[in-house]
């Protein structure tokens, strides 16, 4: 590893899936290093634009009027190629031919773990958690996860009252493969009577079904309940609870709509200051580390110890959403 | 029927799909009418809670707050009982024994139905149309077509951005069985590349996809295809596009959401609008009427003639959807 | 005037104030005129900048992704210069000079009257009613009022909220200098109690005051008044207010945010059929022509003729707004 | 004090300026406490309403269809008689006769005063941060500042949109009298030239002209000053720069619609979570506790140790936001 390498050249890239307030990340790397009298190089489509040579400069009127806008404006891909050692020393080789010394790399678990390979291969690298999941052990935040679930919660607010008009059953899909948090805030902030969380595996739909009998029978007009992605199932859950209950039942799945959007302030103002520290890390000669948010403050961990990190929904929110829903 | 006949009371119910500006148009009716001294009975649950009779008075209080809310506080409800000739005359009993004289009916061409054979057994009747589908021949705007004309194209600016950070081709499939409405203004106005209405019944896919082609030759970075509910099909479409371009495709099916929400300043004016000339033509003394807004004006149809009319996309707007596609 | 004269090349600019949609009606400019064969040329800041010959070629890239934004990205400016008959002759000899053939200008009524001289001059004008005060007597849209009144209403509503809190009388002041549309609009749809307009000149404060008196005996929990910037004064009205009546009395001047934000999808739509309207006459040989939506229908008027005519907020709208505050 | 009372029945207020989220505190409160069998009395207007005894009983179903909504429900007033030591005595009176042995207050460190004199006085208390300002130094996060923050930032990318079209300078004042958190975001989010803060006191009045000069000279189309309400003079500052600068400038004063407006979804679910948290610190028997959020924990401090903290601006954070606005 080259810790104390002086940095010339930054290059940026977004890898894996967007998250709104990527931009906002890639404007501060941008304006921090040109601030600092260091050059900074756009990659285009992640690892797989690096391979490919997709290279551009990147000025400050570049990143202008960027921050407030969705997606990134460096697109992003997924590489398989990367996750090969081959792949991994073309990358390494082509840093170097573009003179690119730092690179800072938003993106997730799957994106750190090339960082990681980069760093020892001689590039000094800093990634930003950047997913609308929240999935990253090391940090409280992720970029896009603020703006993806109020996304969520005003689309499943607007199925409510529809929900209500004609009493019916909701079950709406949240994003979430293998983490509950979109899930768990919207069942929360929508006031659903029941939440389906990928960490819990299963589900008790006989229970599901008496709750909703019971419901009905006090007069309750409407029926929330939010489902992640990776339970999954929507369709033909609401067909067996209305088949079971008698009360009509309905599914919406709302898809890739949470990864879009003007990011919200806290996206915007937590992924810049995360783009500036980046930089900053970069510029004191750090390599091999991701910044995260962590008990009320902006921290960084070695990549290889972020990866190794755990973490769960804490006990007491997800009891206090189960109270919340009586 | 009763045209001359003095209304002491009016009630108002809405019947069929709910959408975002019903409550302003219940809001119009229970204010205007007891600011001319007529007396107001809210019905639940469209023509079956009439049936039920769950019926209840309502004061100016009442409707307090609610002009800005989503979905219609009466509730609402489909009613297969309402299309034999034995509950059209059992409602038609409900209605005097609790006194009243003339109805407003808030729904589609369904609801006028039942307004139509109400009138003819001597209970005045005015309808406002309300339905997100714009489909009511006799007028130009229908209650809740703007509100989730704008939820939709929300939505999908929200999916474009996305969509152009992974160059991919997005179908998004938005509310209208029958009625290409919403598929045409989200078409326009979210600046897709495609769309397919029900009013065409079909559509060249091979055209598609050759357009597909080209448009990635040309460097496109993604390709909007706004698909009808009417048309449907939209993962399986998505599947074959993939299959056939290379290009990542992916589905969204909007469902629900279009149907909620605060409504938008113009549901909130026209509705009202339209609920208190409802009341004025039943204290007019006029029955089987249709409000119905056309030609820049707030007019009103007998329900037999606005049944009978036909209206379909304007031609021109079409066209020029097309053209800006290019 | 050159009714019949081939176009080869078409300019669009937008003058005087900007107003959300008028990116829509330049995307469409130029997407249809470049789809006919014929060359776009987009002229920068308005008439000051044709002037000063800001010219830029436009292509259909150029337009991309802009559909969906605020503001304008030609930008916009007053110019007194275009005023002089002097000025007049400058600007019609530089379209001719860049070989523009053809100018669709959006705007309102000062705007227009430099199109109605450039067409004197030989350069055949088409014009585009964009302003979000809806003052143009020709038309009853006009780019960005829809997008304005929302954002407006949207504002009011969460006055409201903390007005209800706090049990105040809330004044809100909307844009609309002599023309009372937008305070009309949110009036009915904030459910306003009372709607102040420029078309009035003046109202009757004690009538105010005892009004609230009279409402805070009934236990109203707010009082909103809708002031429009054609009669101002809203601050010092408050505090005439909370002296009268003992009710807490708070003003807000809702100012330039009313002209910027994503255009709803109205504004994008009519925009857009209105910018390809406008390329559609030229091409046919027209000129001193002004697009306008009217009885339900696209229409075109003689810029003398439009300029010339009169629209006031009809009588049956604002009678129903004053019944509907009761 | 009585720290291991039985708790039977607990009172909930909310006192001070209202703020978005204050209904999903409520609403935990009356869910939480129901669900372990204690009854829960609602008091109106602050602490004003508990003197007058404005004491409501709150079920379930009071608080349905609420966590949604803007405002507080139980309203809210400033209240001098409280901060008299009669008042205080008059107070826990009155809960006594009530049997309101547990009270939760929801507001800002003045309302957390009474309650700690009320639990002097043998009522168990315990408050929670509600407050747009993010102004109580224990805690990270109040009840509002999240939504506030945002309907700021969008109310200012609106007007960006309209001060580029133009090329103004633009002066937004956001609420804050004595804190500058609103400011600070919003100057990072909405990448403003400049941000004035109430902790500074003072700016450089000649430094902001020369930055506008030198950015006029490299063709920047816009500046942005976002400016605290602490500071003030929006008005006058815009008067003064466009005189010393020659570029127009205005000033926008965004008001009272920042304390109001549906909750963001973290407002729902930090509110949600304290105000259950609040009712499980009363039952277990603890009083003179403040609620706060902490090093990413939700936490409880005695009140008079959390009335004595301090907290400021983050140096960090405000360098940041002065380097991403080069």
């Given at each position: ?45 992640g ?79 800093v990634?930003i ?49 293998d ?57 033909e859950?609401a ?37 500036a ?50």
């Amino acid at each position: 590893m080259a810790e104390n390498k002086v940095i010339r050249t930054i290059g940026v890239l977004t890898s894996g899936g967007d998250a709104p307030g990527m931009n906002a990340a890639i404007r501060a790397v941008v304006r921090t290093a040109l601030g600092k009298g260091v050059k900074v190089r756009g990659i285009r489509r992640g690892y797989q634009g690096l391979l490919d040579e997709e290279i551009i400069d990147l000025t400050a009127r570049d990143v202008s009027d960027t921050i407030q806008r969705g997606g990134t404006i460096l697109q992003t891909a997924r590489c398989e190629e990367m996750r090969t050692e081959e792949g991994q020393q073309k990358a390494a080789a082509i840093c170097k031919k573009y003179g690119i010394d730092g690179l800072v790399v938003i993106g997730g678990d799957g994106s750190f773990a090339g960082a990681q390979k980069l760093a020892n291969l001689g590039v000094n690298t800093v990634g930003i958690p950047g997913t609308i999941d929240l999935d990253i052990a090391c940090t409280e935040y992720t970029i896009g996860f603020d703006t993806a679930v109020n996304t969520a919660m005003e689309a499943i607010d607007k199925v409510r009252d529809t929900s209500t008009s004609h009493e019916r059953c909701s079950i709406i899909e949240v994003m979430g493969r293998d983490a509950g948090w979109l899930a768990l805030w919207c069942g929360i902030a929508n006031g659903a009577e029941r939440i389906l969380l990928p960490e819990e595996h299963d589900f008790d739909e006989e229970a599901i079904i008496e709750d909703i009998k019971e419901c009905r029978k006090r007069g309750k007009k409407n029926y929330i309940i939010i489902n992640a992605e990776g339970i999954g199932g929507s369709i033909e859950l609401a067909k067996r609870i209305e088949a079971a209950t008698g009360m009509e039942a309905r599914a919406t799945i709302l898809g890739h709509m949470q990864r879009g959007g003007s990011p919200t302030c806290k996206d915007r103002v937590y992924a810049s200051i995360m783009g500036a520290k980046a930089v900053d890390l970069l510029l004191e000669g750090k390599s091999n580390r991701v910044v995260g948010y962590r008990g009320g403050e902006y921290v960084d961990f070695d990549i290889n110890e972020a990866l190794n990190m755990q973490k769960g929904i804490p006990a007491y929110q997800y009891e206090i959403a189960r109270e919340l829903a009586l």
